[in-house]
């Protein structure tokens, strides 16, 4: 069964930094890419970073670019968010997500960041 | 970036019947768009990819379709369910999502 679960969450106060972790279980991870997520709370899906299997291509929503860096550890099973110089404007529901035939197929249930001091 | 516009933004359906959501991209995507519901406390969960493929588990009430470059859910025969806010997705470029539509029962 595939699982996705984040941490490292919480309220944190604006411009510190926060590092979040997906761990992935269920499937090689080293064979797909991963995706963060985000939704602030009552609000819709905004994609905001992806990497590729072996880490060669990374990408960036134009909101986060230059503050947050994906990362993945394949060893690990592992991907990660490093978020500074965090905003109010981020907080929100954080997921991780497979990536799979233009899509993403599988979430996990998601890590709550508060920006707020 | 690709803007999504997505429609309706809210919907009430009786059961039974037929629904219908569609997104229209600001530029031509072919066949890069997902389909995804979210229920109410819960991760957003894959419904159709590329366009018409049926994910893995999904009913076969939930098909997807495309007409230019208009992109449709429909679901057949609404079940209970059902209910909770759908999102289209394009994968062309730097992912984005359409806005939700909320769907209800009548």
């Known amino acids: 069964e595939v699982q996705l679960v984040e941490s490292g969450g919480g309220l944190v106060q604006p411009g510190r930094s926060l590092k979040l972790s997906c761990l992935a279980s269920?499937?090689?991870?080293?064979?797909?890419?991963m995706n963060w997520i985000r939704q602030a709370p009552g609000k819709g899906l905004e994609w905001v970073a992806s990497i590729s299997s072996s880490s060669s291509y990374i990408y960036y929503a134009d909101t986060v670019k230059g503050r947050f860096t994906i990362s993945r550890d394949n060893a690990k099973n592992t991907l990660y968010l490093q978020m500074t110089s965090l905003r109010s404007e981020d907080t929100a529901l954080y997921y991780c997500?497979?990536?799979?035939?233009?899509?993403?197929?599988?979430w996990g249930q998601g890590v709550m960041v508060t920006v707020s001091s | 970036d690709i803007q999504m516009t997505q429609s309706p933004a809210s919907l009430s359906a009786s059961l039974e019947e037929i629904v219908t959501i569609t997104c229209q991209p600001s530029?031509?995507?072919?066949?890069?768009l997902s389909w995804y519901q979210q229920k109410p406390g819960k991760s957003p969960q894959l419904l159709i990819h590329s366009a018409t493929s049926l994910a893995d588990g999904v009913p076969s009430r939930f098909s997807g379709s495309r007409s230019g470059t208009q992109y449709s859910l429909k679901i057949n025969r609404l079940q209970v369910e059902d209910t909770g806010i759908y999102y289209c997705?394009?994968?062309?470029?730097?992912?984005?999502f359409g806005a939700g539509t909320k769907l209800e029962l009548k």
């Open positions: 997500a497979r990536h799979r035939d233009n899509s993403f197929d599988y």
């Open positions: 997705l394009q994968g062309y470029s730097a992912p984005t």
């Open positions: 269920g499937f090689t991870f080293s064979n797909y890419g």
């Open positions: 530029q031509d995507i072919g066949n890069y």
